[in-house]
């Protein structure tokens, strides 16, 4: 029998049927499904490549979603020196899992920046406290967009700030978003609710004395062993929650250096298993799971099939 050649989807398809309304539930769901530990997910760690010619990585991410009986992989490149096009890029191949065939070959760049985001915004709202005030961003890539859009979606702020190693991103982010500017990281942090690190900073930006306890940070830079975002004295004074409590000791490197603890999984928060301290400075140290791919991969392939 002839083999069925997959889909292609595009980012500009991806872009037109993904929404926060859909995705932040969706990885809310995701999340405590990964936490269950009852074989409800399957998902081995990631495979990661050292590129040493081309200062860059190869990550190879498998899932599969057994509850959903969704199965994809996500290839994804990371070269953090790149000026001419994005440091992460990638595809993502979603299969059938009732019989392997291949259902689609999609553009995995804009599905990995909303579904981060998205992570990001489910663990917030059971992080942060209530009603918060001020989001500052530290960093102007795609993330940095992501996360504005995604928080947004949960909260009304009254101001968002953003803060980046380069003015002239910082001023176009600004314009583009509404964002309030700002130069130096201390001045985009203090007196912040919800703080988002999304930089590709190898060494500490955001410094312990400049945030507001209780405060919520999501910290999704650094994500080799020896990058850093958050000042050690940052991370040890804070309760941390992960994506994966598998992942994190192995890949991050504010988790590595600092000799921090982890408290609990975000799933396990969702769940009922862990505890909140909202009343404390909470920190989520996103990895990203290629469980996230999977789901968002089928709900993409969902709503285009179904449009």
């Known amino acids: 029998m002839a083999s069925v050649l997959p889909r292609m989807v595009s ?24 936490s269950r530990a009852d074989g409800t997910v399957v998902q081995p760690v990631r495979t990661v490549i050292p590129v040493e010619q081309h200062q860059g990585f190869f990550l190879v991410k498998p899932g599969y979603h057994v509850a959903g009986n969704t199965m994809a992989c996500k290839l994804l490149t990371l070269y953090p020196n790149n000026t001419d096009r994005p440091s992460h890029q990638a595809s993502i191949v979603l299969f059938d ?15 990995t920046d909303m579904r981060t985001a998205a992570a990001s915004a489910a663990a917030t709202k059971h992080l942060a406290r209530d009603s918060p005030r001020v989001h500052a961003i530290l960093g102007t890539g795609h993330q940095a967009y992501s996360h504005f859009h995604a928080l947004n979606h949960l909260y009304k702020f009254d101001q968002v700030r953003v803060w980046g190693r380069t003015q002239a991103n910082v001023q176009k982010f600004a314009a583009e978003t509404g964002a309030t500017p700002c130069a130096t990281v201390e001045e985009a942090v203090r007196e912040a609710d919800i703080i988002t690190t999304v930089t590709m900073s190898r060494t500490p930006v955001l410094q312990k004395d400049w945030v507001k306890p209780g405060s919520h940070i999501n910290v999704v830079g650094a994500c080799r062993p020896d990058w850093q975002e958050l000042d050690p004295e940052l991370m040890l004074s804070a309760v941390v929650y992960v994506d994966s409590s598998e992942a994190a000791p192995k890949e991050s490197g504010d988790i590595i250096l600092s000799k921090a603890e982890v408290y609990g999984e975000v799933g396990e928060v ?38």
């Open 11 to 34: 980012a500009s398809d991806v872009a037109r049927v993904l929404t926060y309304a859909d995705l932040v539930p969706a990885m809310e769901r995701t999340l405590a499904d990964f």
């Open 97 to 111: 899992a009732t019989n392997g065939s291949p259902l689609a070959v999609m553009d995995g760049g804009h599905i």
């Open 270 to 307: 969702i769940l009922g298993k862990k505890e909140a301290f909202k009343d404390k400075t909470t920190i989520f140290k996103s990895l990203g799971l290629a469980i996230e791919d999977v789901v968002s991969a089928q709900l993409v392939y969902d709503k285009l099939t179904t449009s």
